[in-house]
């Protein structure tokens, strides 16, 4: 979701004539799009904007700008601490970016934005063959440890007929995967449902590849099921995050569902698709997790069998409900227990990703193996990153067919068929 505000910042000041540079020191506007999902992406913002002071005292036409989640969360505040940043952004107001760099002195822009879902964006999209393509900003469900509901705001989806517009535009450019993103596009609905709108986005031609992220595991409903496996376009992949394998721990995080709950949907999405590649976000050490939840969760592991996993140290975020909460679990005990866990996970995904070999795969190649670099690159339809040499010439199409050799953690080896 940030790298594709990224892309909107990027556009708007495009369409005002800025040219992009990697050089600091030549740059007439530096933008940080900030993450405060947890604790260390907040201070490796913070230290890397410290390197900045200098750089503007020499140059004091300079801009820095922030945007992003801890933009939201500080406000003007953020002046107190580093009075030589400039523009202070939300997620809610990209619009206002090019506006905002002609202030002179401090502005900010960190209103909730009503109108949000009916803006229009000028795109600076890095990859001509995957696009991300947002269906929805903000979160309702206030998950008891996470700050997105308060830095993104409230749940607004877009109307239907800009994203299909979008999406035909892309089609026409050439590009082949779109991405739906929303922190949960399940809830998605404007005149039409989620299951409609996969099913209005199946029937745009050049479109090859449908995938979404994130699901989450209270809203998977059996339509949805059978509508990823009805619609040809629809990649068969999906990122449900569990969290935690602790119904007691799950119900303090206020997710709505129990690990019981969780398991069926599993069940049902295997049983519908046997083929189906799920991936999960763990959370080690809540608050209140005891050896017990934390063993749950090695079970859960385990009996569910991911294809792969983020899992982090839970990360006390000021605001949320799970900040305030009582049994703070000590940082030595969050690190071995997510040692322990990312330790089972990647013998599972070892197990999974050998289970590929001599299997053929449908890869979309990346740009990059498409201009004929001795190496190729590009995913199959569950999301794994397969590489190939160039032993056949892939044609024009981008679609090809591969034979998976060897397995690794992170990645597949494959040979093209012809
Ligand atoms: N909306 C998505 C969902 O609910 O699945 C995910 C959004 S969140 C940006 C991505 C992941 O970050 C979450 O699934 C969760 O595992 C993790 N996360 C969020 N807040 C966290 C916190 N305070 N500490 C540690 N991990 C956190
Ligand atoms: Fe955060 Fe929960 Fe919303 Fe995901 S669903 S963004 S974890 S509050």
Not at 254 to 272: A, F, G, P, Q, T
Request: glycine residues 6%.
């Amino acid at each position: 979701m940030n790298v594709h505000d990224s892309e909107k910042m990027s556009g708007a000041l495009k369409s005002e004539g800025y040219i992009e540079t990697d050089d600091p020191k030549g740059a007439d506007i530096i933008i940080f799009n900030t993450c405060s999902i947890r604790e260390k992406a907040e201070q490796k913002f913070f230290s890397k904007l410290g390197r900045l002071k200098s750089l503007k005292k020499r140059k004091p036409s300079l801009k820095i700008a922030v945007a992003g989640c801890i933009a939201q969360q500080e406000r003007e505040k953020i002046f107190q601490r580093t009075p030589y940043i400039d523009c202070v952004i939300g997620p809610q107001n990209l619009h206002l970016l090019a506006g905002l760099t002609r202030i002179q002195g401090h502005a900010v822009a960190c209103d909730e934005n009503p109108s949000l879902a009916e803006a229009d964006f000028d795109i600076d999209r890095k990859d001509r063959i995957k696009a991300w393509v947002t269906i929805m900003y903000g979160c309702d469900n206030y998950c008891s440890y996470c700050i997105v509901p308060y830095t993104r705001g409230r749940e607004k989806s877009r109307p239907s007929e800009k994203i299909i517009s979008e999406i035909e535009g892309l089609a026409r450019e050439g590009f082949k995967e779109i991405t739906l993103l929303g922190q949960n596009v399940n809830s998605y609905r404007s005149d039409i449902d989620f299951t409609g709108l996969l099913q209005r986005i199946n029937n745009i031609s050049g479109i090859e590849r449908i995938r979404f992220v994130t699901s989450h595991p209270k809203d998977i409903s059996v339509d949805l099921i059978f509508a990823m496996r009805n619609l040809h376009k629809v990649c068969q992949h999906i990122h449900l995050p569990l969290q935690s394998g602790s119904s007691r721990i799950l119900h303090l995080m206020n997710r709505k569902y129990s690990y019981e709950d969780y398991l069926r949907k599993i069940e049902i999405l295997r049983n519908v698709m046997p083929d189906i590649s799920i991936t999960s976000d763990i959370i080690a050490g809540f608050p209140q997790e005891t050896d017990k939840d934390h063993s749950l969760t090695i079970r859960g592991l385990k009996e569910i069998a991911f294809d792969g996993i983020f899992a982090f140290n839970y990360s006390p975020r000021v605001g949320t409900r799970a900040a305030e909460l009582s049994g703070h679990v000590e940082d030595d005990v969050k690190s071995e227990r997510l040692y322990e866990i990312l330790d089972v996970q990647n013998a599972i995904t070892d197990m999974k990703n050998k289970a590929l070999v001599d299997t053929i795969q449908e890869v979309l190649l990346e740009p990059s193996g498409i201009k004929g670099n001795s190496k190729l690159t590009g995913r199959t339809r569950s999301n794994k990153i397969v590489n190939m040499p160039v032993y056949v010439q892939p044609g024009s199409s981008d679609l090809v067919r591969v034979r998976i050799v060897k397995a690794h953690r992170h990645s597949l080896d494959g040979i093209i068929q012809k």
